[in-house]
């Protein structure tokens, strides 16, 4: 079930196209990833579902309830929580008073709002610093704080703009913990990233957008069957280089590897291993990987995802 | 490297408008307004003094000195006025000594001179036992009644020369023996001369070369009593009782020119907001912009009445400040200042890009209303032009509103002058504002 459904967006800004004719779709309990080139249209097409850019064409449906897109107001967006990009938080507060204000202004009841604060504390593992002013934190805790408070209300629909972005490797894995949780619940996640490895790891599907148009969307095998194919990319390391050239096989780095393209590892994968045999060298390592998202992205937008 | 370096300086300096207008801009702007106060821009004279003149002696001395007043060219003489409560259409009646006292209560005029009864018989005679001329000053305007007392000496003698011959001879004859009866219709003779020559248009010619500011007028002519061609009685009608009066000046003009400043601070924090992406996100929550500017104009109200309120209960424990007596109106003036104060800051706040341009303008617009508006002096001493300039300045109108209370008891009904103009300011301060901050609403 889709709760929410972005239908052909549209958005300029004087002469740039921002969104093109953007269409997506984010299903109950799932976390999808938006990846797109710098300027692409994802920070516009998640203010415009945040309702703060009104959107020149389309519509978008929330929970199947049609949102006004051209008033540029947030109402009737109650179910929905949004994570911006910076650290949105007031650094003279403490965590646990920013926690506080931002309960009350997304409409907490104040007899529900301690619970919440003190759940939030625990679940971004803030806990035992919830009585300190925020611009003591570290990077990453600040942004686990700022994940906390959009969603402090309880959203269904959660939109996270780079919400790992500036942070070491142990943070980004607890943030990417915490929205799994949040997943787990029930809560449907979208996030824009500029991290590859993490969107084909966490995220159970993938919209690329460019120029504002969504150019792809699907799982990652989805994307990767419909650009480049379902093969597999064999590496075969050698004790030697080969005296011939071998059918389907290309050297590859060091001298003394081989690099394929296999579309059945199965049936395919013996019989190169055979044909390496007679050549008469020995295989000291074969390594079988499916093809990247970076390489679908590459594949799609013909640059890289920082460019 | 050193002249890449101060190359670098100066392309900054020409494209940072708000660092060439403080070193440019508002210097020349204090230098114009300090020389325009304190030097009169090279003019020798000063602004004519409006008195409210009363004549309770109607004798021919007393109608010649009060003609001859009425043509001195430093004074804006007013013998009539409507009485207190009529109506804008009500025909003005002649002042009495109760209705100028009003008026200068009112801060109509800051003086009012009132020639007693038996004023004429005595007129000229420079000796202490003669009628004095009444000044009922205000003495928040120490300059005028200074100014008056000086030009009542010169009208004096210009006014009846004929009369003061008289009682001069008057004098002599009591002190030295009587005059022979040649001299006497010598002196009856040159006494009707000049009697047709005493012009009060003399008064007139020459104060069109100096007023009380020229350098032969006298310096410090006032007193209780004045032994010269008249002499003055000065009666404070506002600050007699008070105690310590002129703190209320200073620590309300500097109460509003810092208010300003915090204002303008804590408006920018608006700005931050904006800069560090708390306003966007404010902006998802249940609190729109109006809601936003709503909320920041109230903290940034509150704060600035607890500022001054800190700054006169000061000004009372450690300079006897009379606030006590004043408290109603202090608040509603302090309520008005402060809530237009937080509508000039958000103004400022919207309408700058960066915190450091906020800085910059909010400096400089702020320390030339002050100067103009007389947080820096008292607007007394200022020349008509700048008065009037002054008027279009926030702090004008809010120490006009000090003033009020504390130099004339002012009942809160009496406020509303001030009261309105600061309301309408918060009004369109606030309307332009919300219309500002319309840029970091959605796009």
Redesign the interface.
């Known amino acids: 079930m889709d709760v929410l459904k972005v239908t052909e967006a549209r958005k300029s800004f004087g002469p740039t196209r921002a969104l093109d004719g953007a269409s997506l779709e984010l299903r109950q309990g799932e976390m999808l990833a938006l990846l797109g080139p710098n300027g692409a249209g994802k920070t516009t097409l998640v203010r415009a579902i945040a309702g703060r850019a009104r959107l020149d064409g389309g519509a978008i449906e929330l929970f199947g309830r049609v949102l006004d897109v051209s008033s540029g107001k947030a109402a009737g967006r109650e179910g929905l929580g949004v994570v911006p990009q910076d650290i949105a938080l007031y650094p003279l507060l403490t965590a646990r008073e920013n926690l506080m204000s931002w309960g009350r202004l997304h409409g907490v009841a104040p007899h529900d709002l301690a619970p919440r604060v003190e759940r939030a504390l625990g679940w971004t593992a803030l806990a035992d610093r919830a009585n300190e002013p925020v611009k003591r934190f570290s990077g990453g805790m600040k942004r686990r704080l700022n994940i906390a408070c959009g969603i402090l209300h309880e959203p269904r629909v959660v939109l996270l703009d780079e919400p790992t972005v500036g942070v070491d490797p142990q943070s980004r894995e607890r943030i990417y913990d915490m929205l799994a949780e949040l997943r787990d619940a029930g809560v449907s996640v979208l996030l824009t990233t500029h991290q590859l490895e993490e969107a084909e790891a966490r995220c159970q599907r993938i919209v690329i957008i460019d120029h504002g148009k969504v150019i792809s969307s699907g799982t990652l095998n989805e994307l990767v069957e419909r650009t480049i194919g379902a093969g597999r990319r064999v590496t075969l390391t050698l004790d030697r280089p080969p005296a011939l050239a071998l059918p389907g096989l290309e050297p590859g780095p060091g001298g003394t590897a081989l690099v394929g393209l296999v579309r059945d590892v199965a049936t395919e994968l013996p019989t190169l291993l055979g044909e390496v045999r007679e050549a008469g060298c020995r295989v000291l390592d074969v390594e079988v990987r499916s093809p990247s998202l970076h390489a679908v992205f590459i594949h799609l937008t013909g640059r890289d995802l920082r460019e | 490297m050193i002249l890449t370096l101060i190359g670098i300086g100066l392309v900054n300096l020409r494209r940072d408008r708000v660092v060439q207008a403080m070193t440019f801009f508002l210097p020349i702007v204090f230098f114009s307004i300090f020389a325009g106060v304190f030097g009169s821009q090279g003019r020798d004279t000063m602004d004519r003094v409006r008195v409210a003149l009363v004549d309770e002696d109607q004798t021919s001395a007393s109608l010649r000195f009060v003609a001859a007043l009425q043509k001195e060219g430093s004074l804006r003489v007013r013998t009539t006025a409507r009485p207190t409560g009529a109506d804008r259409k009500a025909p003005e009646l002649p002042l009495d000594r109760a209705r100028a006292t009003g008026l200068v209560r009112d801060g109509d005029v800051p003086v009012a001179i009132v020639i007693p009864a038996g004023f004429g018989a005595t007129f000229g005679s420079f000796d202490t036992t003669g009628k004095a001329i009444e000044l009922l000053s205000d003495s928040s305007d120490p300059v005028a009644s200074q100014v008056v007392s000086g030009l009542l000496q010169k009208t004096a003698m210009t006014a009846a020369p004929d009369l003061m011959a008289r009682q001069g001879l008057g004098m002599f004859e009591k002190y030295g023996g009587p005059l022979t009866p040649q001299q006497r219709r010598a002196m009856d003779s040159w006494s009707r001369r000049i009697e047709g020559n005493a012009a009060p248009d003399s008064a007139g010619a020459d104060s069109a070369g100096g007023g009380p500011g020229t350098p032969g007028a006298p310096s410090n002519p006032a007193g209780p009593a004045l032994a010269g061609a008249v002499q003055v009685k000065v009666v404070d009608v506002l600050g007699e009782k008070k105690t310590n009066p002129i703190i209320s000046f200073y620590a309300a003009g500097i109460a509003v020119m810092f208010l300003l400043f915090s204002a303008s601070g804590a408006g920018g924090t608006l700005i931050e907001e904006v800069e560090?992406?708390?306003l966007?996100?404010?902006?998802?929550?249940?609190?729109?912009m109006g809601t936003v500017l709503a909320a920041k104009w109230l903290f940034i109200t509150l704060l600035g009445v607890l500022q001054i309120v800190v700054m006169f209960v000061w000004g009372m424990l450690v300079f006897q400040l009379d606030l006590l007596p004043h408290l109603p109106g202090f608040f509603v003036m302090t309520l008005m200042t402060a809530g237009a104060a937080a509508g000039f800051g958000l103004v400022l706040a919207t309408l700058c890009k960066s915190r450091q341009q906020l800085g910059g303008l909010s400096t400089i617009l702020i320390l030339t209303q002050s100067a103009l508006g007389g947080s820096m002096f008292p607007r007394f001493l200022m020349p008509e032009g700048i008065k009037k300039i002054g008027n279009f300045t926030f702090n004008a109108h809010a120490l006009d509103g000090y003033q009020a209370v504390f130099w004339r008891d002012a009942r809160l009904i009496e406020l509303w002058p001030q009261v309105l103009i600061l309301g309408a300011l918060t009004a369109v301060f606030l309307t332009v504002a919300r219309l500002l901050a319309r840029r970091w609403?959605?796009?």
Not at chain 2, 280 to 288: H, K, W
């Open positions: 560090s992406g708390t966007e996100r404010l902006l998802t929550s249940r609190a729109g609403e959605t796009v």
